[in-house]
């Protein structure tokens, strides 16, 4: 696996991210569709998540730092 992959820059990765910036147009927390917008991984990776179109959707800046790479049921402390 290379390193570029891992780190989300490869140009695979840049087809799945223009994909789910299509299919979601805001994000998928608050609604919000204007200013900087993440592509998140519902199931963190860390915690085993994929990079499949099921496992991600669109959050903008704010709702994509305040999850933090916990599941958003999980209590924000």
Known sequence: ?????KNGSSKGWRVIRQRVIARDQCCQQC???EGSMHV????PKRLGGSDL???LQL?????NLSK???FFS????
């Open 53 to 55: 179109m099921e496992n």
């Open 40 to 43: 998140d991984h519902i199931v």
């Open 68 to 70: 933090g790479g916990r």
């Open 59 to 63: 959050l903008c800046q704010s709702c």
């Open 74 to 77: 999980t209590p924000l402390t």
């Open 1 to 5: 696996m290379s390193k570029a992959w």
């Open 31 to 33: 609604g919000q569709n």
